[in-house]
C-alpha cells in the first residue's frame, strides 16, 4: 500500500521529480487512482462532468464537502485537495468559516482556492489559521463568464509578468503548492522557476513540477467537448456504451442470466 504524501514530501518533490494529481469526485474511482496519484483533486469541475451543468460556477460548498467525503472514504491514503466553489471564499472571514467547515465535515487535507494577487489576502489568512491552501493561477474556471470564456493565458509580455507576480504573491502569502492552468508552456515554466513550491500544470506544458487532469476527460468518458492539452489514455465513453449495449442486448434476447449468474 502506497504511503501517503504529506505537505513537506509534496514540496521535496519540487525539482525531484513530477507530481501526479487527478480528479476524482466518488469513493469508486478514488479507490483505483490512489496507487498511482500523489494527490486526489476534488475538483469543482464535477459540476460540469457530473452534474451535467456547462460551468462550474454553480457548485456548492455542500456538494463539494459530499464529494470529498466520498473520495476521502475510497482513498484514506491519498493526499485530498477539496476545491472552494465559486462564492465561498470572497473575503478572508467567509473563506475561513468554509474552510473550517470543510475541515470539520471531511478529511481534506487542504482547500484550493482560485486567484492570484488578488486572493493573497485570503490565503495568508487561511494558512494563519491551520488550514493548508493550494493555489491556482492562469486560466481560472471560475471566472469565465466575466471573461467571456475560457482563454489561454500567457500570450504577451504583460500577462507573463502578471502571472509571475501571482505566483509570487500566492506563494508568499502560505500556499504550500499551486496548480496553474491553461497557460503557455514557456511562461508556465517560468512561473514554476520563480518560486519555490510545487507548480502543477494543466495544460501548461511540460516543464512545470506536475500535472494534473480531469479523470473523466482523461479517461474519455466525457463527451462535451475536450480541450487540446487532454490525452486520452482510454476511449471509456466508446467501452461504457459498448459494454451496456451488450448487456441491453443479452436482457433481450435472455442470454443474460446464465445458469452462472443465478442462486
Ligand atoms: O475543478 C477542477 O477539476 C480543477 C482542475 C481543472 C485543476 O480545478
Redesign the pocket.
Given at each position: 500500500m502506497r504511503k501517503k504524501l504529506t505537505i513537506s514530501s509534496i514540496q521535496k518533490a519540487k525539482g525531484q521529480r513530477p507530481l501526479v494529481?487527478i480528479?476524482a469526485y466518488d469513493a469508486l474511482f478514488a479507490k483505483l487512482f490512489e496507487e498511482s496519484a500523489d494527490m486526489i483533486?476534488v475538483?469543482?469541475?464535477?459540476n460540469m462532468s457530473f452534474a451535467g451543468k456547462s460551468d462550474?460556477l454553480s457548485a456548492t460548498l455542500q456538494q463539494m464537502i459530499y464529494h470529498t467525503n466520498a473520495v476521502c472514504a475510497g482513498a484514506p491514503n491519498s493526499f485530498v485537495v477539496c476545491?472552494m466553489p465559486f462564492g465561498t471564499y470572497i473575503t478572508k472571514e467567509k473563506a475561513l468559516q468554509n474552510a473550517i467547515e470543510v475541515f470539520q465535515s471531511t478529511a481534506a487535507d487542504c482547500v484550493?482556492i482560485?486567484g492570484g494577487r488578488e486572493k493573497a489576502d485570503v490565503i495568508r489568512y487561511l494558512t494563519e489559521n491551520g488550514i493548508a491552501v493550494c493555489g491556482?493561477i492562469g486560466l481560472l474556471?471560475q471566472s469565465v463568464r466575466s471573461e467571456g470564456g475560457y482563454k489561454v493565458k500567457g500570450r504577451s509580455k504583460e500577462e507573463k509578468e502578471a502571472l509571475i507576480e501571482d505566483a509570487k504573491a500566492v506563494a508568499a502569502a502560505g500556499a504550500f503548492c499551486m496548480?496553474i492552468?491553461g497557460t503557455k508552456a514557456d511562461v508556465a515554466e517560468a512561473v514554476a522557476k520563480a518560486v519555490t513550491i510545487p507548480v502543477i500544470g494543466?495544460g501548461a506544458g511540460n516543464g512545470v513540477d506536475g500535472q494534473?487532469l480531469?479523470f473523466s476527460d482523461m479517461l474519455g468518458l466525457f463527451e462535451e467537448f475536450t480541450p487540446k492539452f487532454v490525452k486520452k489514455y482510454m476511449d471509456g465513453a466508446t467501452l461504457v456504451k459498448e459494454a451496456v449495449a451488450l448487456y441491453a442486448k443479452e436482457v433481450g434476447s435472455r442470454e443474460f442470466p446464465t445458469e452462472e449468474y443465478t442462486y
Open positions: 494529481m480528479t483533486l475538483g469543482d469541475s464535477l462550474t476545491d484550493k482560485e491556482h474556471p496548480v492552468e494543466i494534473v480531469v
